[in-house]
């Protein structure tokens, strides 16, 4: 089967770092998507990953080990407009994507 | 408009009406998706459109009906609904490709909240 796991929340301050987790167990893999959603915007599209390794966009870098089922997204100088949930998906062998539940991100000042 | 859009925003219904959201996608796109997403949940995928035509239905009840009456636009049609449908149905689109899977990124419209009493 197909699992998928993140943090439910976590809490960071302003001008910090963060790294939120994601594992995974799957049959198949054709790539690892993160998102970004705002409370009550749709989830915007911030990074893809196929290949192991970091690949970094700005403040933010997405990392992965397709050996061990696991990526992770760094956020770097966070800001207070980082305060989202983060969701991780899975693209399977059937190329649909597989959603974790999200980790909920608040930035305090 | 640019983007994903999608209306109703918000929508509030009895168990017995019948009503449709509507997605539209100005990205040139062929392939189209309805979610569903409850709160602390993950997104539950229920249909894929690719160039119109449908490529998955995942085990959705039938009072959920799509329709794709081309590339561009998506109807999710809904009746009888039960209360615990009540959630936010997004929409997204992707590039996909002519003729194969849509594996490529998705673009997601803001979504429609559903209450159904």
């Known amino acids: 089967g197909q699992n998928i796991d993140q943090p439910t929340e976590m809490t960071a301050t302003e001008g910090a770092i963060v790294q939120i987790n994601c594992t995974y167990q799957t049959s198949g893999f054709n790539g690892l998507f993160w998102y970004q959603q705002h409370a009550g915007e749709a989830p915007t599209f911030l990074s893809y990953n196929v290949l192991d390794g970091l690949e970094e966009k700005g403040r933010f870098s997405s990392f992965l080990s397709r050996s061990k089922g696991y990526s992770y997204l760094l956020l770097k100088e966070l800001q207070m407009k980082d305060s989202a949930s983060y969701l991780c998906a899975l693209m399977d062998s059937n190329y649909q994507l597989i959603w974790g539940a999200g980790t909920k991100l608040i930035i305090k000042p | 408009e640019t983007g994903v859009t999608q209306t109703p925003r918000h929508l509030v219904m009895g168990m017995t009406n019948k009503k449709s959201l509507k997605c539209e996608q100005h990205l040139g796109h062929n392939a189209m998706y309805w979610y569903k997403q409850s709160a602390k949940k993950p997104l539950e995928l229920m249909f894929v459109?690719?160039?119109?035509?449908?490529?998955e239905n995942n085990s959705v009840p039938s009072r959920f009906s799509p329709e794709c009456p081309n590339s561009s636009h998506l109807f999710l049609h809904l009746h009888t609904l039960q209360p615990e449908d009540s959630a936010l149905y997004l929409c997204?689109?992707?590039?996909?490709?002519?003729?194969?899977?849509?594996?490529?990124?998705?673009?997601f419209g803001p979504g429609t909240r559903l209450t159904v009493l």
């Open positions: 997204a689109s992707s590039q996909g490709l002519a003729g194969g899977p849509p594996t490529d990124t998705q673009y």
């Open positions: 459109y690719s160039l119109e035509e449908r490529v």
